[in-house]
C-alpha cells in the first residue's frame, strides 16, 4: 500500500496549532503554585503512608485472631477413599492460608491477561504500520554476505595480502639454518 501525500485545509490547520497553543504549550513559572502543588503531594504521601501501615495493622490483627480461634474457624473438608467412603479424617485449612493463595492466583490471572493484552495490541500496532513508508524513502539495503556469490573485494583483499607474507618470507638465497636448543634459544 503506497502512502498519498496530502496537505490539511486551513481550518484544520487553525485548529491544530489552537490546540498546541492553549494545552501543549508550557505553563508559566508560578512560585505560589509550585509550593501549593509540593505541599498537596507530600499530603497525599503521608496519608497514602498512613493507609498502608493501617491496612498492615488491620491484616496482622485479623491473622492472629484467626490464629487463635483457629479450631472454631478453620474450613474443615471431609477425607474419603477411592470407594466414596468416609475415611474419619479432615483435611483442616487455614483460611488466611487460603485467602493468600488464592489472592496470589487472582494477580497472576490478572497480570497474564494484561500481558496477553499488551501483546495482542503490540501486534495490531506492529500490522498497523507495515508497509506505510512511500517506496522512496525506504532504504534499500544489499546484503553484505549472499552464499554461493563471489565478494571482489573480500578475495582481492585476501590475495593482495597473501602475496606479501610470501615475498616478505620467501628469502631462497638464505642457506643459514636456524635450530632452536633446549634453553629456549636460537643458534645459527
Request: a negative charge; aromatic letters at 12%; proline letters at 4%.
Amino acid at each position: 500500500m503506497e502512502l498519498q501525500e496530502d496537505y490539511l485545509d486551513e481550518e484544520e490547520t487553525s485548529f491544530w496549532l489552537d490546540l498546541q497553543e492553549k494545552y501543549l504549550k508550557p505553563l508559566p513559572y508560578d512560585e505560589k503554585r509550585l509550593k501549593k502543588t509540593a505541599d498537596e503531594l507530600k499530603d497525599l504521601r503521608n496519608k497514602i503512608t498512613f493507609v498502608f501501615f493501617f491496612a498492615n495493622s488491620l491484616w496482622l490483627v485479623a491473622a492472629f485472631t484467626l490464629q487463635t480461634f483457629e479450631r472454631n474457624l478453620s474450613i474443615q473438608i471431609p477425607i474419603v477413599d477411592f470407594n466414596l467412603e468416609f475415611t474419619g479424617r479432615n483435611i483442616v485449612i487455614d483460611p488466611i492460608a487460603l485467602l493468600f493463595i488464592l489472592g496470589f492466583a487472582l494477580s497472576v490471572v490478572i497480570q497474564f491477561l494484561a500481558m496477553l493484552y499488551h501483546r495482542v495490541t503490540t501486534l495490531v500496532h506492529y500490522v498497523a504500520f507495515l508497509d506505510t513508508e512511500p517506496k522512496e524513502q525506504k532504504m534499500k539495503i544489499e546484503p553484505k554476505y549472499q552464499p554461493g556469490k563471489k565478494d571482489d573485494a573480500v578475495s582481492n583483499a585476501d590475495s593482495s595480502y597473501s602475496s606479501q607474507l610470501s615475498s616478505e618470507f620467501d628469502d631462497s638465497d638464505d642457506d643459514e639454518l636456524y635450530i632452536r636448543g633446549s634453553d629456549g634459544g636460537t643458534s645459527v
